[in-house]
């Protein structure tokens, strides 16, 4: 059975304080569509080791956080390039970035 969503701004507001009260840091790379947009989430650690995270639909009808692409030592731009291509492609498309060793826990 599929949830409702809450609107793309509020989720993003909640994210970006929830890694601020944890000592960490989040900004906004790209906003979206304030009510339904896609959000694209990159959690690092000090600006590194990023990890690329989408909601993807599951059987069950939900949509569970899924990792989509991991920074790669040899092409660090990697991921800033792929969202940047889906931006072009999406301009509901809202990227976040999350500075925290934790980052991942905050994604439910």
């Known amino acids: 059975m599929e949830t409702a969503r809450i ?11 929830a890694v601020g009260a944890r000592g960490g840091f989040g900004t906004v790379l790209a906003k979206g569509e304030r009510e339904a947009g896609t959000l694209l989430v990159i959690c690092c650690h000090r600006g590194t080791n990023g990890i690329l995270f989408e909601r993807m639909p599951q ?4 949509r569970k956080w899924t990792a989509i692409k991991q920074e790669n030592p040899e092409n660090p731009s990697e991921i800033m390039e792929y969202w940047q291509r889906r931006k072009r492609q999406d301009n509901d498309l809202w990227v976040i970035e999350l500075d925290h060793p934790e980052a991942e826990r905050l994604l439910i």
């Open 7 to 17: 609107p793309a701004h509020l989720e993003v507001t909640g994210l970006l304080r």
């Open 59 to 62: 059987l069950d009808g939900t």
